[in-house]
């Protein structure tokens, strides 16, 4: 079972940031919390991860509490074309049997004009 | 670099019938995972091959599911004597060999329906 809680959606203006939360309390200290997003049933795509310092790439931020139990996925500029289900993910492995990936339900992010 | 690739997009199989669907990896990527998602469900993690070994298939169905990623050609997913709760899209993702390299790349899926 995935070991994150998401709300199931939310929605924000085009243009405006978009701030996702995730919810990871029993994450252990060796987890990356990991986030994918799924367009209109297209193949996931990966975002963005860390493991304890926020992070930034050209997609996204990724800002991780001090305590590591939860995190946000910041889309800072969101476009009608990030209508998308994301996924926040904890993962401890990137080879073996942990390196698979264990997708929630996800929280559908709608995005409107 | 072309990215992953999923043949068919599309599968139609009657009941009984056998669907074989195709995964070509990233290239140089030598792990492949497959995931199924149901209609209106999350993605299920299947199986996870690396070039001629299967590592993890602990979300395989135990009957009429098979998987293998020989050392050449892509990986194949096979599914016997299709049921009409096979249907679901089937997608793999593909990752490079060795450690610190944390994304898996996701081809489009095969859609398979079952009459």
């Known amino acids: 079972d995935a070991k994150t809680t998401q709300p199931p959606s939310m929605d924000c203006a085009e243009g405006r940031a978009a701030n996702l939360p995730c919810n990871h309390s029993?994450?252990?200290?060796?987890?990356?919390v990991y986030w994918y997003r799924q367009i209109h049933s297209q193949g996931p795509q990966y975002i963005i991860h860390?493991?304890?310092n926020n992070e930034t790439n050209e997609m996204a931020s990724l800002i991780i509490t001090e305590d590591r139990k939860s995190s946000t996925l910041i889309l800072p500029h969101a476009t009608l074309r990030d209508t998308a289900v994301y996924y926040c993910i904890v993962r401890a492995g990137l080879t073996g049997a942990n390196s698979k990936l264990t997708f929630g339900k996800g929280i559908t992010l709608s995005v409107r004009p | 670099n072309a990215g992953v690739m999923q043949n068919p997009r599309h599968l139609v199989r009657r009941r009984g019938q056998e669907a074989r669907l195709r995964c070509s990896p990233m290239k140089g990527h030598s792990h492949v995972y497959w995931y199924r998602q149901l209609p209106e469900e999350g993605l299920k993690f299947m199986v996870y091959?690396?070039?001629?070994?299967?590592?993890?298939e602990s979300g395989m169905p135990k009957e009429r599911f098979s998987a293998e990623f020989p050392k050449e050609g892509p990986s194949i997913l096979r599914i016997q004597q299709v049921v009409r709760g096979d249907s679901a899209a089937y997608f793999c993702?593909?990752?490079?060999?060795?450690?610190?390299?944390?994304?898996?790349?996701f081809g489009p899926g095969t859609r398979l329906t079952v009459t």
């Open positions: 029993t994450i252990s200290g060796n987890e990356y």
């Open positions: 993702a593909s990752s490079p060999l060795g450690q610190g390299v944390p994304e898996q790349y």
């Open positions: 860390g493991l304890k």
């Open positions: 091959l690396q070039k001629e070994n299967i590592i993890d």
